[in-house]
């Protein structure tokens, strides 16, 4: 072959050079001219082999973070995911050109598997130019913006990151290893990506257990694009924030675009799990009026059973920003608690003693979170786009991945129900003139105009996770992404607790590691996060928690990367703990402390106690004031030469006060924000060193791992464990259905319990809400008409089930929907090789009743509100109110009147009778020809 190739060579040279004449190319027959196409294919293909050295690919996991001036290294040849089904899980794809041609708009072609939809998206980067001071972040362009693929370009010697999303059905989807190519084409050349996806046996719900406020903004919106956005367009904004688990929150508007019945439905049913009611006023007059406002919204969310999603907010950050407007707050939270005892009251703020009965649910800054507050009243988390990446994360666009994904794990181990972030759209408005640009991510600033101070916050792209493109719609980001996911990782914690509940009261030997396992990761926080229960790890706090938190701005840091900062008010702020201590040593407390527009005193205090932690002897060190200057710190010392007798402990306070003297009215206006910056304390017992908690502040509130392997290792350990445990609990269900009597089932609602619930059903897992103890209104939408069992219940309009309590729903994954109520599943069905399962959750109507019937092939003698008995011979009706009455008869029947010896053909199988009511007939039944 080697031969005949080279001979084919030389004769496409001497054709192309030599002009040669058809006397000279006769024996240039079809088999060399078949030889020669086969060369130039050869040569193609060889010509593509060399190519793919022009440009190539890699693999990285998403919490990947990419700059266009780093060029990143390593990556995998193949995309590897694991993932349950109604789940989406991405990965970044970076195509680099090592050419000097540019790449235009490289071609995804990928394999199609059932179950299974796949999106690509080109990575735009945004210019960053001042990382905050705690991220270790560089300047640079970060890639963000994601657009679907088609519209980019990786010009010679850059590189440029794609997104692809992985979604797995949760119904029509087999769990399992799923296998298929991503093919990229780029000038001529093309490469193939395997990817193996590993379909987990366990199904993630619609609506997050983790309650998501995420508010949007439509104002900001459309101050960008100058314009009102059309239904069209604000419908898809919505979908596009449930795509990735953030219902589209009114938060700060009236929400008119919102508050409509079928937006409303649309986004309940598409997994929105908090809607907020907005009130507030500075006077009663205000505050009642804004309350008369919300009735019509209030109306319609109740008349689709939404008032367990539904939230009363007013008030932002009262404590925090406006202490003089509590007494207001009460007064409006108490009235319309009066009016609506069934919706819970938020409040961003933490549990204050001045709100307690007020507020049912305290949103909490992380700074200001203590676990232990979430066991005493319902809290849920909320950051505030600071530069503080080891107290309290964000998603900044210079923090890294797997701080944006790990903060909703977080929510888990501090006990937080809900999460509430402020905005996600904020920069839009800064942005108004990019509004004609092609790629608003070329000119993107980072930052927005606060509506309240004027001022530019440069937060870098805190409150700001979707894009503007050129029509009127909105791009995600990469971060956004990324918080997707970690909704969904919450959301294996929560199916891991199930599983546990399921199988922990008396599990199998094989159960027992598995369980114990699941339990250990329930329960301990790892290395994945730490998390202080005070303001300053190690410390105690002596004041409001917003007056201490832990600072890494290089103008107050002496040394490492924090310091502990107060702010000081007329009464005295301190942070302090206790040490053991003994009678007859001498003690020596110092700390290196400055100050900025203080006009009281930062100081030492050292204090002697006995075993009731009475004073026996206390030294106070000198007071710093004023300003010391950026980075001037001075050290200060509290002395005690003796300790007398009875000393049990040592308590160390760091000091901080505004006034010395009693302050005046003009002392406490118009005056600076006062602080005060303690850093390196020591102290010393008879000369030797004493060992104190964080002495240099370096511990951070909120520690969340910096390793992305950890993070998702942790998460496929849960994946795992739940795949057993799941597959343990449905072949246990498998055996305990086996056995179950086949008609109907009759049990004490008062002591039925989850494992009878679901030997009873064959539907697990059934469980009343947490969140509805008290009984209400329940509308229960059809949201499968086809079936035989929901056919005669269509009737369009939805269904009042009266007053219910407790409220069951079915959770599994196995059971086809029907009907829904408050987003869950009411009416359910489940079918085994042997027998059905039909579930209802709410009390049965006559059109549910004749659909059990007839999915069952039992047949139906008449669909009328009447008395109706049938057997082989007879067919009695009494009528319960006057009309037409269709009976019908099985088939090969012929019916007559025995009072009037009428006869209904055979032909008629179904016949109509007008009948008043209170009236009795009875019909012979014969086989045809008797």
């Not at 920003?321 to 007064?331: S, V």
């Not at 079936?787 to 009737?795: A, I």
Request: hydrophobic fraction near 40%; proline fraction near 6%; include cysteine.
């Amino acid at each position: 072959m080697k031969k005949r190739l080279r001979c084919a060579v030389l004769m496409a040279k001497g054709l192309s050079t030599k002009g040669t004449s058809m006397s000279r190319t006769k024996y240039f027959n079809l088999s060399c001219l078949r030889l020669f196409l086969g060369l130039l294919g050869a040569m193609s293909a060889s010509s593509a082999i060399a190519g793919e050295l022009t440009w190539r690919t890699a693999i990285f996991d998403n919490l990947q973070t990419f700059r266009e001036e780093e060029t990143p290294s390593g990556g995998a040849g193949a995309i590897e995911l694991s993932l349950a089904r109604g789940e989406t899980e991405g990965c970044w794809l970076v195509v680099y050109n090592n050419s000097d041609e540019v790449l235009q708009s490289p071609q995804f072609v990928i394999s199609s598997l059932p179950g299974v939809a796949i999106k690509v998206y080109a990575a735009g980067s945004i210019n960053l130019e001042k990382p905050g001071q705690s991220t270790n972040a560089q300047p640079g362009h970060y890639f963000d913006l994601l657009r679907p693929a088609g519209w980019e370009e990786v010009k010679p010697g850059a590189f440029r990151p794609y997104w692809l999303d992985f979604s797995v059905a949760g119904e029509n989807c087999e769990s399992g290893p799923k296998e298929g190519t991503v093919t990229i084409r780029a000038v001529g050349i093309e490469q193939s990506i395997p990817f193996r996806l590993k379909v987990r046996n366990f199904i993630l719900p619609t609506t997050p257990k983790l309650k998501i406020a995420f508010a949007t903004g439509l104002g900001w919106m459309e101050k960008y694009y100058g314009r009102q956005l059309t239904p069209t367009e604000i419908r898809a904004h919505q979908d596009l924030m449930l795509d990735h688990r953030l219902g589209p929150l009114p938060m700060w508007d009236d929400g008119e675009s919102f508050f409509d019945r079928e937006t409303v439905r649309h986004c309940l049913d598409r997994g929105m799990n908090v809607v907020l009611l907005k009130c507030g006023g500075k006077t009663d007059e205000q505050s009642d009026q804004s309350l008369e406002k919300l009735e019509p919204k209030i109306a319609l969310l109740e008349e689709l059973g939404a008032l367990d999603r539904t939230y009363l907010f007013g008030f932002d950050e009262i404590v925090m920003c406006h202490p003089e407007l509590i007494p207001q707050l009460r007064r409006t939270y108490g009235k319309f608690h009066e009016r609506h005892p069934g919706i819970k009251r938020i409040n961003t703020a933490w549990p204050d003693e001045r709100l307690k009965g007020a507020v049912d649910i305290f949103v909490v800054p992380v700074a200001n979170y203590v676990s232990e507050t979430s066991r005493q009243c319902e809290t849920w988390w909320y950051s505030v786009g600071s530069d503080r990446l080891n107290d309290e994360p964000d998603y900044r666009l210079d923090f890294p991945g797997v701080a944006q994904r790990c903060f909703f794990i977080a929510d888990w181990y501090v006990g937080a129900t809900g999460h509430l972030y402020w905005a996600v759209q904020r920069e839009w408005p800064t942005n108004a003139a990019l509004r004609e640009a092609a790629r608003p991510e070329d000119g993107w600033q980072l930052g927005y105009i606060s509506s309240t101070s004027g001022k530019r916050s440069d937060d870098n792209g805190a409150g700001n996770l979707f894009y503007p493109d050129q029509a009127g719609g909105m791009l995600p980001s990469a971060r956004v992404k990324r918080i997707r996911d970690g909704i969904e990782d919450y959301e294996y914690l929560v199916q891991l607790q199930a599983a546990v509940d399921r199988l922990g009261a008396t599990p199998s030997a094989e159960m027992v590691e598995p369980l114990e396992q699941a339990h250990r990761i329930l329960t301990e926080k790892s290395d994945i996060i730490q998390f202080s229960n005070s303001a300053v790890p190690g410390w105690n706090v002596r004041g409001p928690r917003s007056a201490f938190n832990l600072t890494s701005h290089p103008n107050a840091v002496r040394t490492g990367e924090r310091a502990l900062r107060i702010l000081p008010e007329a009464e005295a702020r301190a942070v302090f703990q206790e040490l053991p201590a003994q009678p007859g040593e001498s003690y020596t407390v110092s700390a290196w402390v400055k100050t900025d527009d203080l006009p009281g005193a930062a100081k030492i205090l050292a204090e002697l106690l006995d075993a009731e932690s009475r004073v026996l002897a206390a030294a106070d060190s000198a007071g710093i004031n004023g300003s010391t200057g950026p980075k001037n710190f001075f050290k200060l010392i509290a002395d005690l030469p003796v300790a007398p007798h009875g000393t049990t402990k040592l308590r160390v306070s760091l000091v901080a006060r505004k006034f010395e003297a009693p302050a005046t009215d003009a002392d406490l206006q118009n005056n600076p924000l006062a602080k005060a910056f303690f850093e390196d304390v020591s102290v010393k017992a008879n000369g030797r060193e004493v060992t104190l908690k964080n002495p240099d502040f370096e511990i951070p509130l909120l520690k969340i791992t910096d390793d992305p392997n950890r993070l998702l290792q942790f998460r496929e350990q849960i994946g795992d464990l739940l795949d057993q445990l799941t597959g343990a609990a449905a072949a246990g269900e498998k055996k305990n259905t086996a056995s179950l009597p086949k008609p109907f089932f009759l049990f004490d609602a008062a002591r039925v319990v989850d494992r009878e619930f679901t030997d009873i059903t064959g539907a697990w897992q059934c469980r009343s809400a947490a969140d509805n103890a008290t009984a209400r209104e329940t509308i229960q939408e059809i949201t499968d008409s086809k079936h035989l069992l929901s056919k005669p219940s269509t009737s369009g309009k939805p269904e009042k089930a009266g007053l219910v309590a407790p409220f069951f729903y079915a959770t599994d994954p196995a059971a086809q929907t029907l009907a829904k109520a408050a987003g869950q599943s009411t009416v359910a069905v489940r079918e085994f090789p042997e027998w059905s399962s039909v579930y209802f959750s709410l009390p049965l109507t006559r059109e549910w009743l004749l659909g059990l019937c007839r999915y069952a092939g039992a047949h139906v003698y008449s669909d009328s509100y009447d008395v109706c008995f049938a057997n082989r011979n007879y067919l009695l009706l009494h009528t319960s109110q006057a009309g037409r009455k269709n009976l019908a008869l099985p088939a090969g029947k012929t019916a007559e009147d025995l009072f009037t010896g009428e006869s209904i053909p055979l032909a008629q199988q179904s016949f109509f009778v007008d009948l008043p009511a209170g009236t009795t007939k009875i019909y012979k039944l014969r086989e045809d020809g008797q």
